[in-house]
């Protein structure tokens, strides 16, 4: 196993891969995502102990949409038991980087109780939204962005650990280790990955509502939330194969047709 250093050019290109798989295999991967959202909806509803179980399924579950990029990608046909190719592969180093994700999700909000009180924390956790006065707070504004801040290396060691331990035999702590590594390693590709991923999850959606709601006022507010449950559904999977698609050309998994050269790690 050898990380390859992928240029800004290769992660600008990562979503648009991402875009390219799914086209592939639309109905394939909705159904990956009906039941995924499904899993973590059911787990989710149980106060307290479903919000830890569905964290601790992140990693695993990850893989499976990386096995469901994979096998699209090689002339496959998508099933629903791909969502947990993880815990078949490598089920005690999945469960090992759910509880490692678990606890990181946890120093994390931790770390943002000391800003804002716990208000951040008490949101994520029960799903009950701060009074108006809380959420426009200065103290919850700081509190927001140290966990972005604190949660950006979390993201690193998280982004190849789960497939690492997977296909690769990697220990979870090493899994973890090299995925930071790499990660760093391929920062241009990575800042060029995020930059289209936000111009296109964030800044096109917004234009496209804001235009769609001034272009008739109050009377198209309900086409515009309309509109926008359908383009999360095309852009969840799509979101999903590109972290494939930065996992191939890093770790060089195979790939159809003539492989770009990469340098050196």
Sequence with gaps: MRARIAGAGRGARWLADGWRLFRAAPLGWLALIFVYWLLMSLLSAVPLLGVVAAAMLVPGLSVGFMAAARCVERGGKLEVGLLFDGFRNSPREQIVLGLAYCASLAAVMAATMLVDGGALAEWLVTGRRPADDVLYS????????????????????????????????????????????????????????????????????????????????????????????????????????????????????????????????
């Design 138 to 265: 200065d103290a919850f504004s700081r509190a927001m962005l140290a966990a972005a801040l604190l949660y950006l290396p979390v993201m690193m060691m998280f982004w190849f650990a789960p497939p690492l331990a997977a296909w690769h035999s990697t220990g979870p702590v090493k899994a973890l280790f090299f995925s930071l590594v790499a990660f760093v390693m391929n920062w241009r590709g990575f800042l060029a990955y995020g930059a289209v991923t936000a111009l296109v999850l964030m800044v096109v959606p917004f234009v496209a509502l804001t235009l769609l709601t001034l272009a008739g006022g109050g009377a198209a507010r309900p086409a515009a939330v309309a509109f926008a449950f359908p383009l999360v559904v095309l852009l969840m999977p799509t979101l999903f194969a590109s972290f494939y698609a930065s996992y191939r050309d890093v770790f060089g998994a195979e790939r159809p047709g003539p492989e770009e050269p990469a340098a050196p790690a």
